[in-house]
């Protein structure tokens, strides 16, 4: 028998399903910006993000609030709960990509300060790689889809060895051109950035794998025996 959420609940998680997808949009492009002012070495990009990330905090807010009143119908039923739980854990993790965002950007207007030397290609690699798993968890998330969220899951392997990698190779360089360690340690602090995007989308994938196919993989690696 199909479950039919009570339209009071219903209206509730459609209303916090449109918040989170929000929320998903501008941390999306608050990276975006970020990355965008590392690359091009910009001042005023950024200085913007900090400004851009308080819509994502507001929101945020905005979805605490509506979880406790959907809680507070007294009305949800299993699936329902296992929804609002996702969305609420997701406002979470998009919440830290905005944070995450203003770190890079704090990077970014310390690169622009100093002497320009290129940035690593891994480096814009990883990028890529980060924006591509947090764009899909969120689009998993939009679709309840477990098979494009197994997907996010996958990628984010290859983000961990690129992560490790990156750092390696500015140690290496610090070493051959310590003039430049400036500059290198803020590669390590955006490699690092970017990886723990790469965490946050994986969480968000699996909040949706636990909605969709009532299955928790969170530490799933670790607890078996």
């Known amino acids: 028998m199909t479950h039919q959420p009570h339209p009071k609940v219903e209206r509730k998680l459609e209303s916090l399903r449109e918040q989170v997808?929000?929320?998903?949009?501008?941390?999306?492009?608050?990276?975006?910006?970020?990355?965008?002012?590392?690359?091009?070495?910009?001042?005023?990009?950024?200085?913007?993000?900090?400004?851009?990330?308080?819509?994502?905090?507001?929101?945020?807010?905005?979805?605490?609030q509506a979880v406790l009143e959907v809680l507070a119908l007294q009305a949800p039923v299993a699936q329902d709960l296992r929804q609002v739980i996702a969305i609420k854990t997701a406002a979470t993790d998009?919440?830290?990509?905005?944070?995450?965002?203003?770190?890079?950007?704090?990077?970014?207007?310390?690169?622009?300060?100093?002497?320009?030397?290129?940035?690593?290609?891994?480096l814009k690699t990883l990028a890529s790689e980060s924006q591509a798993v947090?764009?899909?968890?969120?689009?998993?998330?939009?679709?309840?889809?477990?098979?494009?969220?197994?997907?996010?899951?996958?990628?984010?392997?290859?983000?961990?060895?690129?992560?490790d990698e990156a750092i390696r190779a500015s140690i290496a360089s610090i070493h051959e051109h310590p003039e430049?360690?400036?500059?290198?340690?803020?590669?390590?602090?955006?490699?690092?950035?970017?990886?723990?995007?790469?965490?946050?989308?994986?969480?968000?994938?699996?909040d949706v794998i636990l909605v969709a196919e009532s299955k928790n993989l969170k530490h799933a690696g670790k607890l078996e025996t």
């Open 21 to 64: 997808l929000r929320m998903g949009h501008l941390a999306e492009a608050i990276l975006d910006k970020s990355l965008r002012a590392v690359w091009e070495r910009d001042p005023v990009l950024a200085g913007e993000v900090k400004q851009d990330d308080l819509p994502i905090d507001m929101l945020d807010l905005e979805i605490d």
């Open 94 to 122: 998009l919440e830290r990509v905005g944070d995450l965002a203003r770190n890079i950007a704090k990077s970014a207007a310390r690169l622009a300060e100093r002497e320009a030397i290129p940035v690593p290609s891994l």
């Open 134 to 163: 947090l764009k899909n968890s969120i689009s998993a998330l939009a679709d309840l889809d477990p098979e494009s969220a197994r997907a996010v899951l996958a990628a984010d392997d290859k983000i961990d060895e690129d992560e």
């Open 180 to 206: 430049h360690t400036e500059q290198e340690v803020d590669f390590i602090l955006i490699a690092k950035s970017l990886e723990r995007v790469g965490d946050h989308a994986t969480n968000i994938a699996e």
